[in-house]
């Protein structure tokens, strides 16, 4: 390159001081950026973002006499999320200890992982109540790292039970335990793991499925609900080697001909998990916990199962005494079968079951047309600061974690969400505390059978119309369920009129919800 020595030292200082303020002038904003992305050491996520109160009241009760008397609270003079129990008095039904632990295991196939146990298995054991029966679970953390905790996915359990560290409760940490207690009041699949640093715990696998059957007096009056036999497959990948109820290849099941076989999926993984049958049609009989009302047999079309989702899969066995495969999205499956468990795969068919228009509508009980509230769930994506990182982040409702809504309501009312996603990803989107009915997609009113949700699978581009009863108080996370992504910010919360929490994110007990 040539050198030009004519202009001299005059000449580059103005070009360098002309280069300075071009940057400072760039520099200076993202600086601020920069500094103002920045979370504090610790903090309320109450404190978090910007209240939004759906249109709806801001501070005196909306429903006077609601709830909150009736919980025995002082209503309005402010509830600790603590005291958000189920009755104290009450003994429990099922009570299940489990000993957590940081250690190498091997799956049932010799391959070992370097991960967590709950008493010494992972997944940890299936706990199993029947509709109604309290649930005590006494979470012992003997030697995980940065603490642990479990939290309910889909049992709609009293605020205080909910297993969010820095939320509802402070980090189990080594040589310390906590106890969970709840009314398993909704019969169905659900599933529970660690809500502490929960993007690397699940992984991890501090997991387990929870199985809710129905009351013996619900049973006599709905003949669906009898006699079927009853298979687990809670799916997750350890290491990237797919498992079903933590081994790899095949689970074959006894199932004579002519019987009933509900098989719970569970898909604990971040993406949509493709499910079909092969061998014969099937029903699809519940979806994230809740009885699909008049579900058709289905054949040629495979089910999407949200991350975080369940879908309980009901078969009825060939009486020639033929396998069926439960396809799970992989290399594993369940197989059911009596004289043979050879069960070739069947590939999985081009059309997807669409639950907008699956099942036979009935009436709800409450009326979404008429909501107290109204929130948008807009998810988007753009530059900028995430606690001081540069990147490529989520938003929510155009503004980047932590400046997040903070969705505001009081106990009874009747709320409608829009969940819409810009943001080029799919998002499986996860209420805690509360299910969910889905109203529309894309404009399209929902036809079916009520479609009650937890796990709601927000595809790249969709926008849904959801409604619930706010009927659970407390303060709840409403998050993605690809859990990198909710670390990456795509979290927000559900708080009650007179709700509040002592605990914060960070702090003494290191709280890392995500
Ligand atoms: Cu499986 Cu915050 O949830
Ligand atoms: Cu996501």
């Given at each position: 390159m040539e050198r030009r020595s004519?202009?001299?030292?005059a000449g580059g200082r103005v070009r360098l001081a002309v280069a300075g303020a071009a940057t400072m002038a760039v520099l200076g904003p993202l600086v601020w950026l920069w500094q103002a992305s920045l979370l504090p050491e610790t903090y309320s996520v109450m404190d978090m973002g910007h209240v939004d109160y759906g249109g709806g009241p801001?501070?005196?009760?909306?429903?006077?006499?609601?709830?909150a008397s009736a919980h025995g609270?002082?209503?309005?003079a402010g509830r600790d999320?603590?005291?958000?129990?189920?009755?104290?008095?009450r003994r429990a039904d099922v009570a299940v200890t489990m000993v957590a632990r940081k250690e190498r295991f091997r799956l049932p196939s010799g391959r070992a992982f370097e991960g967590f146990t709950l008493n010494g298995q992972s997944p940890g054991p299936v706990i199993k109540a029947t509709k109604g029966q309290l649930v005590q679970v006494r979470l012992i953390n003997?030697?995980?790292?940065?603490g642990i905790t479990l939290h309910w996915h889909g049992m709609d359990v009293p605020n205080a039970a909910d297993?969010?560290?820095g939320v509802t409760q402070d980090a189990v940490g080594i040589g310390k335990e906590f106890t969970y207690r709840f009314v398993a009041d909704q019969a169905g699949t659900f599933w529970y793991h660690s809500h502490q640093m929960s993007h690397e715990q699940v992984r991890g696998g501090l997991l387990g499925a929870l199985v809710v059957a129905p009351a013996a007096q619900d049973k006599a009056t709905d003949?669906?609900?009898?006699?079927a036999m009853d298979v687990v497959a809670l799916v997750h990948l350890y290491n990237g080697v797919r498992t079903v109820n933590g081994r790899e290849g095949d689970v074959p099941v006894q199932a004579p001909p002519g019987t009933r076989v509900r098989v719970r999926v569970i898909n604990t993984e971040y993406g949509l998990m493709p499910t079909w049958a092969g061998g014969a049609p099937y029903r699809l009989a519940a979806v994230d916990g809740t009885e699909v009302n008049g579900a058709a047999p289905v054949r040629d079309k495979a089910v999407a199962v949200a991350a975080g989702g369940r879908a309980d899969i009901e078969v009825t066995m060939p009486e020639d005494g033929s396998p069926v495969r439960i396809h799970l999205g992989g290399p594993a499956g369940v197989v059911l079968g009596s004289a043979s468990y050879a069960a070739p795969p069947v590939p999985r068919p081009a059309a997807m079951l669409d639950l907008l228009t699956y099942g036979a509508p009935a009436p709800l009980?409450?009326?979404?047309?008429?909501?107290d509230r109204r929130f948008a769930y807009d998810m988007g994506r753009r530059p900028g600061f995430l606690d001081g990182v540069p990147g490529l982040w989520w938003t929510i409702n155009g503004h980047l974690y932590p400046d997040v809504p903070m969705f505001h309501v009081a106990e009874g009312d009747v709320v409608r969400m829009r969940i819409s996603n810009d943001s080029g990803e799919a998002h499986p989107m996860h209420l805690h505390g509360h299910h969910a009915v889905v109203l529309s997609r894309d404009g399209v009113p929902a036809t079916g059978s009520?479609?009650?949700?937890?796990s709601l699978e927000v595809g790249a581009g969709e926008s849904y119309e959801i409604a619930f009863v706010a009927d659970n108080p407390g303060v709840w996370m409403d998050h993605c369920h690809n859990l990198p992504h909710a670390s990456e910010g795509l979290t927000a919360h559900l708080m009650y009129e007179g709700v509040t929490t002592p605990f914060t994110v960070g702090g003494p007990a290191a709280n890392e919800p995500e």
């Open positions: 004519g202009d001299g030292n801001r501070g005196a009760m909306a429903h006077a006499g609601g709830g609270a002082h209503a309005g999320v603590t005291r958000l129990v189920a009755d104290p008095d003997e030697s995980v790292p940065g297993g969010v560290a003949e669906a609900a009898d006699e009980a409450f009326d979404p047309g008429r909501p009520p479609w009650w949700v937890d």
